[in-house]
């Protein structure tokens, strides 16, 4: 077993009240496989009137992920895509060489918990066509006291049904009493896992909501005891040869390729496209933080 290293979440308010955990990218670990970025938000119960409303904003070079745990949320797209996700359900879209994408609450004042990931495009991959895929049926499974759900990847005699770019695993695992369980590993992929309710324990370490355990490679199993009315949430992958670019909302093997979209954003150009009649205000981007050349 390999030290784990403990990743403290930094909070962030995205506005309505709804205040989300950040896990990636953290200082200490950037990525795990091909996972980017990782929030948790929620549980929040929005009061009357309010709710999760994110206006029209672009990605490229990554594959937004959303596993929704509570809730109803709208999502809207520049590929003409309207679909309303609901819990235990995934939505996977693939901006590629460019995308734009609303997300809102179906309904305000509802309760909202979810994680929202981003994996991150290999460089082979960056520049492929946009996409949007709804997944609502999973493999599910029991193992001992724990209902495990396969998110992305493949686990055992199970595949789950999200078109990813590289090899990786996401995994669900929920517990409504404690439970020990172990699970096969890849030793060449990385992992890390956190508590999105509840605590776990590895190798003898405890876990509280929200701590994220990077767990690096080279293993075959992992022993986890999960506490009463638990879930934790498993990513896994291949480790990138080099780490990605991140900057606002778009990802990309170099900041030449990241700098240029947020140009053509800043610009309106026709890489990203209208949502509808295109009359929802978009969300401006912030500057780039580096000097452009
Ligand atoms: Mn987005």
Redesign the pocket.
């Known amino acids: 077993m390999n030290p784990i290293l403990r990743i403290a979440p930094r909070n962030a308010d995205l506005g309505d009240g709804l205040l989300i955990r950040r896990m990636l990218p953290s200082r200490q670990q950037r990525m795990v496989g091909a996972w980017c970025f990782l929030d948790h938000a929620g549980p929040v119960d929005f009061p009357a009137g309010r709710g999760m409303h994110?206006g029209p904003?672009p990605?490229i070079g990554l594959q937004?992920f959303t596993w929704l745990i509570e809730g109803e949320v709208l999502h809207r797209d520049s590929l003409g895509n309207e679909q309303v996700i609901r819990p235990g359900e995934v939505n996977l879209m693939t901006a590629g060489r460019g995308i734009v994408?609303t997300?809102d609450s179906l309904a305000d004042g509802q309760r909202l918990h979810a994680a929202q990931l981003w994996i991150a495009l290999p460089p082979e991959s960056e520049h492929c066509a946009p996409d949007f895929a709804h997944h609502p049926v999973l493999p599910r499974w029991r193992e001992g006291g724990a209902s495990l759900t396969l998110l992305a990847g493949t686990y055992g005699d199970h595949a789950a049904p999200p078109r990813v770019h590289s090899p990786l695993l996401g995994l669900d695992i929920a517990s409504t009493v404690p439970t020990t369980l172990t699970l096969a590993l890849e030793p060449v992929f990385e992992y890390g896992l956190v508590p999105l309710s509840g605590e776990a324990q590895v190798a003898g370490e405890r876990f509280a909501t929200d701590e994220f355990a990077y767990l690096g490679r080279g293993q075959h199993h992992l022993s986890l005891l999960l506490g009463a009315d638990t879930r934790v949430l498993l990513l896994g992958g291949e480790p990138f040869a080099e780490p990605v670019h991140m900057w606002w909302?778009f990802v990309g093997s170099s900041r030449a390729v990241i700098a240029e979209a947020q140009g053509q954003w800043e610009r309106g150009e026709a890489r990203f496209g209208p949502i509808g009649d295109g009359s929802r205000p978009r969300l401006a981007a912030p500057p780039l933080p580096w000097r452009a050349d």
């Open positions: 994110v904003h990605h937004t994408h997300e909302n």
